[in-house]
């Protein structure tokens, strides 16, 4: 019901550029947040960046200054503009969706890798 598909991921150079993208199959408006997740082989998945329908963001503090997120209601996307990338951003990257309803649901992409070269 809920598809979300991830694009964008890639391998670049440290100090280099990528933009993700996560297209959504429903109308995003009805959403709490979106944003993205990124997780490394045997560490938890934490949380990037995340802007909310009121337009608020949140960053993770290792990424402020450099990632910025953004959504278009119209065409049901959420995307990131990551610059300055560094080895230490190298990841599987996932878009998220949370609904508030009886409970706080989430909805998960599949993930992009993000591969950085020192």
């Known amino acids: 019901q809920v598809q979300l598909v991830e694009s964008g991921g890639g391998l670049v150079q440290a100090g280099g550029s990528l933009r993700l993208s996560c297209a959504a199959s429903?109308?995003?408006?009805?959403?709490?947040?979106m944003g993205w997740y990124r997780q490394t082989p045997g560490k938890q998945r934490e949380l990037v960046a995340m802007t909310t329908s009121d337009g608020s963001t949140n960053y993770a503090d290792s990424v402020k200054g450099r990632f910025t997120i953004s959504r278009d209601n119209a065409k049901n996307t959420v995307n990131m503009q990551m610059d300055s990338l560094k080895p230490e951003d190298t990841a599987i990257y996932y878009c998220?969706?949370?609904?508030?309803?009886?409970?706080?649901?989430?909805?998960w992409g599949q993930g992009t890798q993000v591969t950085v070269s020192s």
């Open positions: 429903v109308n995003i408006i009805s959403f709490t947040a």
């Open positions: 998220n969706l949370k609904k508030l309803g009886a409970y706080l649901r989430d909805y």
